[in-house]
Protein backbone atom coordinates (compact mmCIF):
# COMPACT_ATOMS: atom_id res chain seq x y z
CA UNK A 1 0.00 0.00 0.00
CA UNK A 2 2.90 2.41 0.79
CA UNK A 3 2.78 3.68 -3.15
CA UNK A 4 -0.51 4.75 -2.39
CA UNK A 5 -0.30 6.32 0.75
CA UNK A 6 1.68 9.95 -0.06
CA UNK A 7 -1.26 12.23 0.38
CA UNK A 8 -3.57 10.47 2.65
CA UNK A 9 -3.69 10.88 6.67
CA UNK A 10 -4.20 7.55 8.16
CA UNK A 11 -5.49 9.16 11.40
CA UNK A 12 -8.47 9.86 9.45
CA UNK A 13 -8.97 7.23 6.92
CA UNK A 14 -12.03 4.43 7.94
CA UNK A 15 -9.21 1.67 9.07
CA UNK A 16 -11.29 -0.84 7.34
CA UNK A 17 -10.36 0.14 4.21
CA UNK A 18 -6.84 -0.80 5.03
CA UNK A 19 -7.70 -4.45 4.53
CA UNK A 20 -4.71 -6.24 2.88
CA UNK A 21 -6.86 -9.04 1.40
CA UNK A 22 -4.99 -10.11 -1.88
CA UNK A 23 -7.64 -9.45 -4.41
CA UNK A 24 -7.41 -8.61 -7.58
CA UNK A 25 -9.95 -7.59 -10.59
CA UNK A 26 -9.68 -9.69 -13.31
CA UNK A 27 -12.97 -9.07 -15.02
CA UNK A 28 -13.58 -7.23 -18.10
CA UNK A 29 -17.17 -7.57 -18.90
CA UNK A 30 -18.98 -4.61 -18.15
CA UNK A 31 -22.22 -6.01 -16.51
CA UNK A 32 -19.41 -7.93 -14.27
CA UNK A 33 -17.88 -4.75 -13.48
CA UNK A 34 -21.46 -2.73 -12.73
CA UNK A 35 -21.96 -5.77 -9.88
CA UNK A 36 -18.70 -5.45 -8.89
CA UNK A 37 -18.78 -1.87 -8.04
CA UNK A 38 -22.23 -1.58 -6.78
CA UNK A 39 -21.01 -4.09 -4.49
CA UNK A 40 -17.89 -2.85 -3.23
CA UNK A 41 -16.00 -5.28 -4.36
CA UNK A 42 -12.61 -2.85 -4.50
CA UNK A 43 -13.72 -0.49 -1.36
CA UNK A 44 -12.07 -2.24 1.12
CA UNK A 45 -8.43 -2.30 -0.17
CA UNK A 46 -6.84 0.81 -0.75
CA UNK A 47 -4.34 -0.39 -3.12
CA UNK A 48 -7.09 -2.22 -5.40
CA UNK A 49 -8.94 1.10 -5.09
CA UNK A 50 -6.23 2.74 -6.34
CA UNK A 51 -5.40 0.19 -9.58
CA UNK A 52 -9.07 -0.11 -10.54
CA UNK A 53 -9.48 3.95 -10.32
CA UNK A 54 -6.29 3.68 -12.86
CA UNK A 55 -7.62 1.30 -14.98
CA UNK A 56 -11.10 2.86 -15.31
CA UNK A 57 -9.99 6.48 -15.69
CA UNK A 58 -7.03 5.13 -18.02
CA UNK A 59 -10.17 3.75 -20.82
CA UNK A 60 -12.13 6.35 -20.69
CA UNK A 61 -12.50 7.68 -24.64
CA UNK A 62 -11.03 11.33 -24.66
CA UNK A 63 -10.30 13.92 -26.82
CA UNK A 64 -7.19 13.41 -29.00
CA UNK A 65 -5.03 15.97 -27.06
CA UNK A 66 -5.82 15.28 -23.10
CA UNK A 67 -3.01 17.02 -21.12
CA UNK A 68 -1.36 14.34 -19.36
CA UNK A 69 1.39 13.89 -16.37
CA UNK A 70 4.15 15.22 -18.31
CA UNK A 71 2.02 18.51 -19.34
CA UNK A 72 1.52 18.96 -15.46
CA UNK A 73 5.63 18.49 -14.59
CA UNK A 74 6.69 21.36 -16.94
CA UNK A 75 3.37 24.23 -16.18
CA UNK A 76 3.46 23.17 -12.48
CA UNK A 77 6.54 25.52 -11.40
CA UNK A 78 5.11 28.20 -14.16
CA UNK A 79 1.91 28.33 -12.73
CA UNK A 80 2.54 28.42 -8.82
CA UNK A 81 6.46 28.51 -8.92
CA UNK A 82 7.43 28.55 -4.72
CA UNK A 83 4.49 30.13 -3.59
CA UNK A 84 2.52 28.34 -1.10
CA UNK A 85 -1.23 26.62 -3.16
CA UNK A 86 -3.26 27.93 -0.19
CA UNK A 87 -2.35 32.00 -0.74
CA UNK A 88 -3.20 31.64 -4.70
CA UNK A 89 -6.90 32.36 -5.43
CA UNK A 90 -8.78 29.25 -7.21
CA UNK A 91 -10.56 30.28 -10.45
CA UNK A 92 -13.87 31.53 -10.43
CA UNK A 93 -15.84 28.31 -12.04
CA UNK A 94 -15.60 26.38 -8.97
CA UNK A 95 -17.93 28.79 -7.66
CA UNK A 96 -16.32 29.43 -4.00
CA UNK A 97 -17.20 25.93 -4.01
CA UNK A 98 -16.27 23.59 -0.26
CA UNK A 99 -12.41 22.35 -0.98
CA UNK A 100 -13.46 18.98 0.54
CA UNK A 101 -10.15 17.58 2.49
CA UNK A 102 -11.31 14.19 2.99
CA UNK A 103 -8.79 12.67 4.36
CA UNK A 104 -6.24 14.11 2.82
CA UNK A 105 -3.01 15.06 4.66
CA UNK A 106 -1.26 18.86 4.51
CA UNK A 107 0.41 17.93 1.14
CA UNK A 108 -2.71 16.41 -0.16
CA UNK A 109 -4.75 19.42 0.52
CA UNK A 110 -2.32 21.87 -1.15
CA UNK A 111 -1.96 19.36 -4.11
CA UNK A 112 -5.37 20.15 -4.78
CA UNK A 113 -5.41 23.43 -5.22
CA UNK A 114 -2.28 23.10 -7.32
CA UNK A 115 -4.05 20.40 -9.78
CA UNK A 116 -6.96 22.81 -9.92
CA UNK A 117 -4.53 26.22 -11.14
CA UNK A 118 -3.21 23.77 -13.37
CA UNK A 119 -6.65 22.67 -15.16
CA UNK A 120 -7.40 25.98 -15.35
CA UNK A 121 -5.02 26.77 -17.38
CA UNK A 122 -5.05 23.69 -19.70
CA UNK A 123 -8.87 23.96 -19.94
CA UNK A 124 -9.57 27.42 -20.70
CA UNK A 125 -13.45 26.41 -22.26
CA UNK A 126 -14.40 25.57 -18.56
CA UNK A 127 -16.76 28.40 -17.37
CA UNK A 128 -18.41 26.35 -14.52
CA UNK A 129 -17.64 23.26 -12.63
CA UNK A 130 -18.03 23.41 -9.34
CA UNK A 131 -17.73 19.72 -8.96
CA UNK A 132 -14.08 19.65 -9.18
CA UNK A 133 -12.31 20.08 -6.20
CA UNK A 134 -14.05 17.30 -5.10
CA UNK A 135 -13.22 15.19 -8.26
CA UNK A 136 -9.80 15.85 -7.72
CA UNK A 137 -9.70 15.46 -3.50
CA UNK A 138 -11.06 12.10 -3.97
CA UNK A 139 -8.94 10.35 -7.00
CA UNK A 140 -5.53 12.22 -5.28
CA UNK A 141 -5.79 9.36 -2.35
CA UNK A 142 -5.16 7.12 -4.43
CA UNK A 143 -2.44 8.67 -6.84
CA UNK A 144 1.37 7.80 -6.13
CA UNK A 145 1.50 11.87 -7.36
CA UNK A 146 0.28 15.01 -8.35
CA UNK A 147 0.87 15.11 -12.01
CA UNK A 148 -0.98 11.14 -11.85
CA UNK A 149 -4.17 12.88 -10.65
CA UNK A 150 -3.74 15.60 -13.17
CA UNK A 151 -3.97 13.35 -16.11
CA UNK A 152 -6.73 11.31 -14.36
CA UNK A 153 -8.64 14.36 -13.82
CA UNK A 154 -8.08 15.59 -17.36
CA UNK A 155 -9.19 12.23 -18.85
CA UNK A 156 -12.29 12.81 -16.64
CA UNK A 157 -13.06 15.90 -18.12
CA UNK A 158 -11.53 15.76 -21.85
CA UNK A 159 -14.16 12.58 -22.30
CA UNK A 160 -15.51 12.58 -25.44
CA UNK A 161 -18.00 9.35 -25.52
CA UNK A 162 -21.45 10.80 -26.46
CA UNK A 163 -22.94 8.05 -23.90
CA UNK A 164 -20.92 8.75 -20.73
CA UNK A 165 -21.26 12.35 -19.99
CA UNK A 166 -19.08 12.75 -16.37
CA UNK A 167 -18.71 16.06 -15.19
CA UNK A 168 -20.68 19.49 -15.99
CA UNK A 169 -18.30 22.35 -17.58
CA UNK A 170 -20.88 24.93 -18.44
CA UNK A 171 -23.54 27.14 -16.52
CA UNK A 172 -26.00 25.99 -18.52
CA UNK A 173 -25.03 22.29 -18.33
CA UNK A 174 -24.85 22.52 -14.31
CA UNK A 175 -28.13 24.66 -14.55
CA UNK A 176 -30.04 22.15 -16.61
CA UNK A 177 -28.94 19.51 -14.55
CA UNK A 178 -30.36 20.55 -11.65
CA UNK A 179 -33.52 21.61 -13.38
CA UNK A 180 -33.55 18.05 -14.65
CA UNK A 181 -33.12 16.68 -10.83
CA UNK A 182 -35.60 18.62 -9.79
CA UNK A 183 -38.44 17.29 -12.52
CA UNK A 184 -36.71 13.58 -11.32
CA UNK A 185 -37.57 14.51 -7.81
CA UNK A 186 -41.25 15.67 -8.75
CA UNK A 187 -41.83 12.27 -10.41
CA UNK A 188 -39.83 9.88 -8.18
CA UNK A 189 -39.78 11.81 -4.70
CA UNK A 190 -42.94 13.16 -4.46
CA UNK A 191 -43.55 13.06 -0.42
CA UNK A 192 -39.53 14.91 -0.04
CA UNK A 193 -40.85 17.49 -3.21
CA UNK A 194 -44.25 18.34 -1.13
CA UNK A 195 -42.09 19.26 1.61
CA UNK A 196 -39.96 21.46 -0.40
CA UNK A 197 -42.75 23.39 -1.86
CA UNK A 198 -43.73 23.93 1.55
CA UNK A 199 -40.96 24.63 3.44
CA UNK A 200 -39.00 26.73 0.39
CA UNK A 201 -39.26 29.53 -1.49
CA UNK A 202 -37.93 28.35 -4.22
CA UNK A 203 -37.80 24.73 -4.93
CA UNK A 204 -35.06 24.85 -7.85
CA UNK A 205 -32.71 26.76 -4.95
CA UNK A 206 -33.10 23.53 -3.18
CA UNK A 207 -32.21 21.02 -5.78
CA UNK A 208 -29.55 22.76 -7.32
CA UNK A 209 -27.64 22.10 -4.08
CA UNK A 210 -27.89 18.23 -5.16
CA UNK A 211 -24.02 18.25 -6.57
CA UNK A 212 -23.03 20.03 -3.60
CA UNK A 213 -24.86 17.40 -1.22
CA UNK A 214 -22.63 14.85 -3.35
CA UNK A 215 -19.11 16.41 -4.33
CA UNK A 216 -19.10 18.43 -1.07
CA UNK A 217 -21.05 17.38 2.08
CA UNK A 218 -20.66 13.73 1.45
CA UNK A 219 -18.33 11.96 3.71
CA UNK A 220 -15.35 10.26 2.11
CA UNK A 221 -16.49 6.54 2.73
CA UNK A 222 -19.68 7.26 1.50
CA UNK A 223 -18.59 9.87 -2.08
CA UNK A 224 -15.92 7.16 -2.54
CA UNK A 225 -18.38 4.22 -2.94
CA UNK A 226 -20.44 6.57 -5.15
CA UNK A 227 -17.77 7.33 -7.29
CA UNK A 228 -16.56 3.50 -7.88
CA UNK A 229 -19.69 3.49 -9.88
CA UNK A 230 -19.67 6.62 -11.46
CA UNK A 231 -16.74 5.71 -12.66
CA UNK A 232 -18.12 2.07 -14.27
CA UNK A 233 -21.66 3.63 -15.18
CA UNK A 234 -21.25 7.39 -15.61
CA UNK A 235 -23.78 10.47 -14.72
CA UNK A 236 -27.05 8.44 -13.85
CA UNK A 237 -25.69 7.57 -10.97
CA UNK A 238 -25.37 10.33 -9.55
CA UNK A 239 -28.98 11.51 -10.15
CA UNK A 240 -29.39 8.08 -8.17
CA UNK A 241 -27.45 8.69 -5.12
CA UNK A 242 -29.06 12.22 -4.80
CA UNK A 243 -32.45 11.04 -5.02
CA UNK A 244 -31.69 8.81 -2.61
CA UNK A 245 -30.34 11.51 -0.42
CA UNK A 246 -33.34 13.58 -0.44
CA UNK A 247 -35.73 10.50 0.76
CA UNK A 248 -33.50 9.24 3.29
CA UNK A 249 -33.57 13.06 4.26
CA UNK A 250 -37.42 12.81 4.53
CA UNK A 251 -37.97 9.89 6.00
CA UNK A 252 -35.80 10.81 8.82
CA UNK A 253 -36.68 14.25 9.58
CA UNK A 254 -40.31 13.71 8.36
CA UNK A 255 -42.57 15.55 11.34
CA UNK A 256 -39.31 17.19 12.97
CA UNK A 257 -39.36 20.89 13.17
CA UNK A 258 -36.52 22.06 11.00
CA UNK A 259 -32.99 22.77 12.73
CA UNK A 260 -32.59 25.84 10.79
CA UNK A 261 -34.37 28.73 8.90
CA UNK A 262 -33.29 27.13 5.82
CA UNK A 263 -34.13 23.71 4.28
CA UNK A 264 -30.81 23.89 1.89
CA UNK A 265 -28.94 23.74 5.23
CA UNK A 266 -30.83 21.32 7.00
CA UNK A 267 -30.14 19.40 4.00
CA UNK A 268 -26.43 19.51 4.21
CA UNK A 269 -26.21 18.96 7.79
CA UNK A 270 -28.18 15.82 7.01
CA UNK A 271 -26.17 14.50 4.22
CA UNK A 272 -22.78 15.38 6.32
CA UNK A 273 -23.69 13.48 8.89
CA UNK A 274 -25.80 10.60 7.48
CA UNK A 275 -23.35 7.86 8.85
CA UNK A 276 -25.94 8.91 12.03
CA UNK A 277 -28.69 7.24 10.01
CA UNK A 278 -27.85 5.37 6.87
CA UNK A 279 -25.04 3.29 5.78
CA UNK A 280 -22.88 3.37 2.45
CA UNK A 281 -24.26 0.16 1.41
CA UNK A 282 -27.87 1.24 2.23
CA UNK A 283 -27.60 4.64 0.65
CA UNK A 284 -26.55 2.26 -2.62
CA UNK A 285 -29.08 0.11 -2.22
CA UNK A 286 -31.91 2.64 -1.92
CA UNK A 287 -30.16 4.64 -5.04
CA UNK A 288 -30.80 1.39 -7.09
CA UNK A 289 -34.01 0.31 -6.15
CA UNK A 290 -35.37 3.95 -8.02
CA UNK A 291 -36.51 2.67 -11.19
CA UNK A 292 -35.68 5.91 -13.66
CA UNK A 293 -36.48 5.74 -17.05
CA UNK A 294 -33.71 4.77 -19.56
CA UNK A 295 -30.48 7.03 -19.94
CA UNK A 296 -31.57 8.08 -23.31
CA UNK A 297 -34.80 9.84 -21.40
CA UNK A 298 -33.20 11.29 -19.15
CA UNK A 299 -30.82 12.65 -21.69
CA UNK A 300 -33.70 14.03 -24.15
CA UNK A 301 -35.32 15.88 -20.68
CA UNK A 302 -31.77 17.34 -20.34
CA UNK A 303 -31.78 18.63 -23.31
CA UNK A 304 -35.10 19.74 -23.45
CA UNK A 305 -33.85 21.90 -20.34
CA UNK A 306 -30.94 23.31 -21.75
CA UNK A 307 -32.73 24.41 -24.80
CA UNK A 308 -35.62 26.36 -22.21
CA UNK A 309 -32.35 27.98 -20.55
CA UNK A 310 -30.41 28.70 -24.00
CA UNK A 311 -34.08 30.71 -25.36
CA UNK A 312 -33.97 32.96 -22.15
CA UNK A 313 -30.65 33.55 -22.35
CA UNK A 314 -29.77 31.81 -19.07
CA UNK A 315 -26.24 30.45 -20.15
CA UNK A 316 -23.80 32.38 -17.63
CA UNK A 317 -24.24 32.55 -13.72
CA UNK A 318 -26.67 34.73 -12.87
CA UNK A 319 -28.67 36.11 -9.83
CA UNK A 320 -31.20 33.15 -9.82
CA UNK A 321 -34.69 34.35 -10.70
CA UNK A 322 -37.01 32.57 -8.18
CA UNK A 323 -38.43 30.62 -10.84
CA UNK A 324 -40.99 29.31 -8.30
CA UNK A 325 -43.01 32.44 -7.56
CA UNK A 326 -43.68 32.99 -11.33
CA UNK A 327 -47.20 32.97 -9.82
CA UNK A 328 -47.15 36.93 -8.76
CA UNK A 329 -50.17 37.65 -6.39
CA UNK A 330 -50.30 40.98 -7.93
CA UNK A 331 -51.06 39.79 -11.03
CA UNK A 332 -52.55 36.20 -11.18
CA UNK A 333 -56.31 36.29 -10.96
CA UNK A 334 -58.21 33.03 -11.51
CA UNK A 335 -61.78 32.24 -10.79
CA UNK A 336 -60.98 28.49 -9.94
CA UNK A 337 -57.73 28.48 -7.60
CA UNK A 338 -55.95 30.96 -5.07
CA UNK A 339 -52.49 32.17 -5.67
CA UNK A 340 -51.34 29.70 -3.29
CA UNK A 341 -53.39 26.50 -4.64
CA UNK A 342 -51.37 27.93 -8.25
CA UNK A 343 -48.40 27.73 -7.31
CA UNK A 344 -49.04 24.19 -5.67
CA UNK A 345 -50.03 23.18 -9.39
CA UNK A 346 -46.39 25.24 -10.61
CA UNK A 347 -44.39 22.48 -8.10
CA UNK A 348 -45.83 19.78 -10.19
CA UNK A 349 -44.82 21.09 -13.79
CA UNK A 350 -41.05 20.33 -15.36
CA UNK A 351 -38.66 22.74 -14.39
CA UNK A 352 -38.01 24.05 -17.62
CA UNK A 353 -41.89 25.57 -17.82
CA UNK A 354 -41.55 27.02 -14.33
CA UNK A 355 -39.57 29.56 -15.34
CA UNK A 356 -42.39 31.28 -17.57
CA UNK A 357 -45.36 32.80 -16.12
CA UNK A 358 -49.50 32.00 -16.32
CA UNK A 359 -51.19 33.43 -19.02
CA UNK A 360 -54.89 33.37 -19.40
CA UNK A 361 -55.43 31.84 -22.41
CA UNK A 362 -59.25 30.84 -22.52
CA UNK A 363 -62.48 31.42 -20.06
CA UNK A 364 -65.84 30.06 -20.39
CA UNK A 365 -66.81 33.40 -18.29
CA UNK A 366 -65.33 35.52 -21.23
CA UNK A 367 -65.16 33.23 -24.31
CA UNK A 368 -68.42 31.50 -23.65
CA UNK A 369 -69.32 27.81 -23.70
CA UNK A 370 -67.49 26.80 -26.95
CA UNK A 371 -65.08 24.13 -28.17
CA UNK A 372 -64.50 25.52 -31.24
CA UNK A 373 -63.62 29.01 -29.37
CA UNK A 374 -61.52 26.82 -26.76
CA UNK A 375 -59.54 25.33 -29.71
CA UNK A 376 -59.09 28.81 -31.25
CA UNK A 377 -57.52 30.31 -28.01
CA UNK A 378 -55.85 27.49 -26.93
CA UNK A 379 -54.03 26.20 -30.32
CA UNK A 380 -50.43 27.17 -30.77
CA UNK A 381 -49.50 27.05 -27.24
CA UNK A 382 -47.68 24.16 -25.45
CA UNK A 383 -48.26 22.91 -22.68
CA UNK A 384 -51.71 24.04 -21.77
CA UNK A 385 -53.21 23.91 -17.93
CA UNK A 386 -56.81 22.87 -17.81
CA UNK A 387 -58.74 23.80 -15.06
CA UNK A 388 -62.09 23.35 -14.09
CA UNK A 389 -64.62 24.42 -11.36
CA UNK A 390 -67.90 22.26 -10.99
CA UNK A 391 -71.26 23.60 -9.75
CA UNK A 392 -70.77 21.63 -6.60
CA UNK A 393 -67.58 23.87 -6.20
CA UNK A 394 -65.15 20.66 -6.81
CA UNK A 395 -61.92 21.32 -8.99
CA UNK A 396 -59.81 19.38 -11.16
CA UNK A 397 -57.88 19.87 -13.98
CA UNK A 398 -55.13 18.70 -16.02
CA UNK A 399 -51.73 19.25 -16.98
CA UNK A 400 -51.41 19.11 -20.97
CA UNK A 401 -47.54 18.46 -22.90
CA UNK A 402 -49.03 18.83 -26.41
CA UNK A 403 -50.50 21.43 -28.54
CA UNK A 404 -54.12 21.00 -29.49
CA UNK A 405 -53.52 21.75 -33.16
CA UNK A 406 -52.00 17.91 -33.15
CA UNK A 407 -55.96 16.50 -32.84
CA UNK A 408 -56.06 17.19 -36.98
CA UNK A 409 -53.43 14.46 -37.49
CA UNK A 410 -56.02 11.80 -36.95
CA UNK A 411 -58.40 13.56 -39.94
CA UNK A 412 -61.95 13.08 -38.70
CA UNK A 413 -61.06 10.18 -36.63
CA UNK A 414 -60.60 11.09 -33.02
CA UNK A 415 -57.16 10.00 -32.21
CA UNK A 416 -54.97 10.33 -29.04
CA UNK A 417 -51.56 12.33 -28.57
CA UNK A 418 -49.72 13.92 -26.05
CA UNK A 419 -46.74 12.34 -23.89
CA UNK A 420 -45.71 11.05 -20.61
CA UNK A 421 -45.54 14.54 -19.25
CA UNK A 422 -49.53 14.51 -19.09
CA UNK A 423 -51.20 14.31 -15.54
CA UNK A 424 -54.37 15.12 -14.18
CA UNK A 425 -55.64 16.14 -10.58
CA UNK A 426 -58.09 17.26 -8.48
CA UNK A 427 -57.88 20.14 -6.16
CA UNK A 428 -61.01 20.46 -3.89
CA UNK A 429 -62.04 18.50 -1.77
CA UNK A 430 -58.59 17.46 -1.22
CA UNK A 431 -55.26 17.32 -3.38
CA UNK A 432 -54.21 14.55 -5.59
CA UNK A 433 -52.07 14.45 -8.56
CA UNK A 434 -52.61 11.53 -10.94
CA UNK A 435 -49.38 11.00 -13.74
CA UNK A 436 -48.71 8.51 -15.97
CA UNK A 437 -49.29 5.40 -14.58
CA UNK A 438 -45.55 3.96 -16.67
CA UNK A 439 -43.21 6.27 -13.99
CA UNK A 440 -44.75 4.55 -10.65
CA UNK A 441 -45.26 1.02 -12.54
CA UNK A 442 -42.30 0.88 -15.45
CA UNK A 443 -43.10 -3.03 -15.69
CA UNK A 444 -45.97 -1.98 -17.70
CA UNK A 445 -43.43 -0.99 -20.35
CA UNK A 446 -39.87 -1.68 -22.08
CA UNK A 447 -37.96 1.48 -23.02
CA UNK A 448 -37.03 1.13 -26.91
CA UNK A 449 -33.80 1.59 -25.87
CA UNK A 450 -30.82 -1.10 -25.95
CA UNK A 451 -30.14 -2.16 -22.34
CA UNK A 452 -27.59 0.26 -20.71
CA UNK A 453 -24.10 -0.80 -21.60
CA UNK A 454 -21.35 1.18 -22.69
CA UNK A 455 -20.18 -1.59 -24.73
CA UNK A 456 -23.06 -0.19 -26.80
CA UNK A 457 -22.98 3.83 -27.18
CA UNK A 458 -26.74 3.28 -28.97
CA UNK A 459 -28.21 2.98 -25.75
CA UNK A 460 -28.21 6.29 -25.10
CA UNK A 461 -26.97 8.16 -27.69
CA UNK A 462 -29.41 9.75 -29.77
CA UNK A 463 -30.52 8.81 -33.27
CA UNK A 464 -31.10 10.97 -35.86
CA UNK A 465 -34.51 9.43 -35.75
CA UNK A 466 -35.04 10.37 -32.09
CA UNK A 467 -35.60 13.47 -32.53
CA UNK A 468 -38.02 14.20 -35.23
CA UNK A 469 -37.81 17.83 -37.61
CA UNK A 470 -40.36 20.13 -37.27
CA UNK A 471 -41.23 23.57 -37.81
CA UNK A 472 -40.74 24.73 -34.52
CA UNK A 473 -37.80 22.95 -33.91
CA UNK A 474 -39.08 21.36 -31.02
CA UNK A 475 -37.32 18.74 -28.90
CA UNK A 476 -38.81 15.06 -28.53
CA UNK A 477 -40.50 15.34 -24.91
CA UNK A 478 -39.46 13.51 -22.09
CA UNK A 479 -41.79 10.24 -21.75
CA UNK A 480 -43.15 10.28 -25.06
CA UNK A 481 -44.72 7.12 -25.32
CA UNK A 482 -42.93 5.70 -28.60
CA UNK A 483 -39.88 5.65 -26.71
CA UNK A 484 -41.33 2.34 -25.32
CA UNK A 485 -42.85 -0.72 -25.70
CA UNK A 486 -46.22 -0.98 -24.53
CA UNK A 487 -48.30 -3.99 -24.09
CA UNK A 488 -51.11 -1.74 -24.67
CA UNK A 489 -52.26 0.92 -26.28
CA UNK A 490 -54.05 1.72 -23.66
CA UNK A 491 -51.21 2.77 -21.31
CA UNK A 492 -50.71 5.93 -23.77
CA UNK A 493 -54.02 7.88 -24.00
CA UNK A 494 -52.69 11.29 -23.04
CA UNK A 495 -55.25 13.38 -24.48
CA UNK A 496 -57.85 13.44 -27.73
CA UNK A 497 -60.18 16.43 -29.01
CA UNK A 498 -62.68 16.51 -31.95
CA UNK A 499 -65.49 18.94 -32.31
CA UNK A 500 -67.83 17.02 -30.69
CA UNK A 501 -65.61 16.41 -27.30
CA UNK A 502 -62.70 16.53 -25.31
CA UNK A 503 -60.98 13.08 -23.60
CA UNK A 504 -57.99 13.51 -21.20
CA UNK A 505 -56.93 9.88 -20.12
CA UNK A 506 -58.55 6.65 -21.67
CA UNK A 507 -58.86 3.02 -21.26
CA UNK A 508 -61.43 1.33 -19.12
CA UNK A 509 -62.60 4.92 -18.89
CA UNK A 510 -61.55 8.42 -19.19
CA UNK A 511 -60.44 10.44 -16.70
CA UNK A 512 -62.28 13.76 -17.90
CA UNK A 513 -64.39 13.43 -21.08
CA UNK A 514 -66.12 16.94 -21.52
CA UNK A 515 -68.76 17.83 -24.53
CA UNK A 516 -69.30 20.12 -27.02
CA UNK A 517 -70.94 22.52 -25.05
CA UNK A 518 -68.04 22.27 -22.28
CA UNK A 519 -71.33 22.16 -19.87
CA UNK A 520 -71.22 18.57 -18.70
CA UNK A 521 -68.62 16.27 -18.08
CA UNK A 522 -67.61 12.70 -16.50
CA UNK A 523 -64.61 11.54 -15.03
CA UNK A 524 -63.77 7.76 -13.79
CA UNK A 525 -60.74 5.41 -13.08
CA UNK A 526 -58.61 4.95 -16.37
CA UNK A 527 -55.60 3.32 -17.17
CA UNK A 528 -53.46 5.83 -18.42
CA UNK A 529 -53.60 7.71 -15.14
CA UNK A 530 -54.60 4.98 -12.91
CA UNK A 531 -56.61 7.19 -11.00
CA UNK A 532 -59.34 7.92 -8.97
CA UNK A 533 -62.88 10.16 -10.04
CA UNK A 534 -61.30 13.63 -10.55
CA UNK A 535 -64.95 14.74 -9.09
CA UNK A 536 -68.44 13.86 -8.71
CA UNK A 537 -68.39 11.16 -11.66
CA UNK A 538 -71.07 13.18 -13.63
CA UNK A 539 -70.78 16.90 -13.06
CA UNK A 540 -71.92 19.96 -14.56
CA UNK A 541 -68.99 22.91 -15.63
CA UNK A 542 -69.35 26.13 -13.75
CA UNK A 543 -66.00 27.33 -14.95
CA UNK A 544 -63.49 26.41 -17.56
CA UNK A 545 -59.92 28.09 -17.76
CA UNK A 546 -57.28 27.22 -19.80
CA UNK A 547 -53.80 28.30 -19.12
CA UNK A 548 -50.83 28.77 -21.20
CA UNK A 549 -46.74 29.75 -20.15
CA UNK A 550 -45.60 32.91 -20.79
CA UNK A 551 -41.96 33.95 -21.14
Request: aromatic share 10%; charged share 25%.
Amino acid sequence: MDEYNRFVDWDKMDVTVQSQDAKELTCTEFQELKQLARQGYWAKNHSLRAKVYHRLISNIPCRTVTPDANVYRDIIVKIVGKRNSSSLPLPEFVDNSLVPTYCLNAEGIGAVRKIILCIANQFPDISFCPALPSVIALPLHYNRDEAECFEQVCRILACNDPSKRLIDQTFLAFESSCMTFGDLVNKYCQAAHKLMVAVSEDVLEVYSDWQRWLFGELPMVYIARVFDVFLVEGYKVLYRVALALLKFFHKVRAGQPMESDSIQQDIRAFVRDIAKSVSPERLLEKAFAIRLFSRKEIQLLQMANEKALQQKGITVKQKRQNVHLAVHAENFKSEIVSVKEMRDIWSWIPERFALCQPLLLFTTLEHGCSLSRFYSHSEGHEPTLLLIKTTAKEVCGAYLSTDWSERRRGGNKLSFFGTGECFVFRLQPEVERYEWVIIKHPELATTGSEPENHASPASSTLSSGSVPSDPLDRLSPFLSARHFNLPSKTASMFMAGSSECIIIGGGDGQALYLDADLNHGRTSHCNTFNNQPLCSESFQISVLEVWGFRD
